[in-house]
């Protein structure tokens, strides 16, 4: 009975869960935001690709970011710098963002319409895969020093992303990491999930990102 | 109530932990175990470390090792190539290992008197740092391409640990990483916390740790 108990529990938390996604995704319909979860391993690049992209973007499209950590206002003061709006939101102990605080975290933030907003998951690749936000498209970093065998180690955040961002290509002449045995892996658990090679610090690569961007954000709807 | 339910399964599920977290401790006591629990993010270097010490300290102590991961059998695989007594748990969904997994895997593992456990964590700086095994140290990982603001932004995992390994040092030219500022950083969450630099690829460092560990192995009890 205990055991059946937790698992009870856990179905209940996960079924509120997606219930309170479907509304942040109808939210998000009515407004034609585009909304990206992101989710990596701590350290993989989350804020980084946002600095660079909300940088190199701006004026071409509108941005909003809401930005999840256990501590520290770290993250959201990054973008802020960028001059892009953006929340923060601290879990405390909790270990993955879910439906509930993102649908706080835009009565503040208000996103425009037609804009993309960047969700910034707590740093772990494991929690969050459960956790439906509401997003439209899932972003999974994993970068170049993790090692490539991660898809088939952390299976349900690869499973569960439509894109898949190999970071820190730098760093390539410098660790055992296979490029082509990591799209394998990532491919073996998810045949459609897309993958895009690049590095935030020498910014190779961030056109086809910026290319992919372009292409999920949808055209106003004509009035 | 909902909430009220959640938290209090919650509490339920650390209580029970503790408690067989502490029969585990008994059971370690009992044959002179020193029980190492090893977490970081994923990839920061924890089946890395252990294949050099395994090798590195051959003949001179005895060891047996627990593989924690979602899936796979691919870091106990690697820890069998040294030769080394290992045994995988696979934990699915879960995100940790927890003291009942441990307690289930000794009865097959049985390590020996006076010998070294090593206790290999998922990869998640988050979830783990909540669930005792009933290990006498616990040693987390950073690596220097995760960013020097770590141990504020994911504070439980170093607050609960008693050593911090900053790993793969080779790499230190080639990431924006302050080393003086990441020990800040761990001092100001755990002024106990010690704290070695190595990198398990260069080998660089890696005396200091067997220094520790070797302080760490009580002397066999005289019979
Ligand atoms: N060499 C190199 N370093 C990078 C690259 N992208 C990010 N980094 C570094 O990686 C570290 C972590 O970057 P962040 O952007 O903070 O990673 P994050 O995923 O947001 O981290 P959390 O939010 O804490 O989970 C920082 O030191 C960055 O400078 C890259 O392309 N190449
Ligand atoms: N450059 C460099 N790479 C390292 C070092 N230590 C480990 N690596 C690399 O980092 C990657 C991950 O290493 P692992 O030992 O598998 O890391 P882990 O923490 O066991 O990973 P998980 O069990 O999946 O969480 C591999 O590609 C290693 O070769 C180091 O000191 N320097
Ligand atoms: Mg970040
Ligand atoms: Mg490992
Ligand atoms: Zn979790
Ligand atoms: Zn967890």
Redesign the interface.
Known sequence: P?QK??ID?EK??LY?NDMLAQRNRGYFDAKNVLAINLVS???SGKTSLLERTLTDLKGEMEFAVIEG????T??ADRIHATGTKATQINTG?G?HLDADMVANALKGLKPKENSVLFIEN??????PA?FDLGEKERVVII?V???D??P?????MFHSSTLCIIN?T??LP??PFDIEKVKLNAKRINHQLEIIELSCTSGEGLPLWYSWLKSKVLAPEPV
């Not at 707590?122 to 929690?127: H, I, M, Q």
């Not at 088939?152 to 349900?156: A, F, I, M, S, T």
């Open positions: 205990h108990t937790v529990v209940d938390i509120q391993s701590p350290g950590d256990q501590q520290t770290n993250d102990k270990c707590v740093g772990n690749l494991v929690c459960m970068s020093t993790e090692g065998d991660k088939l180690k952390y299976p349900d820190k730098d760093l410098y660790v």
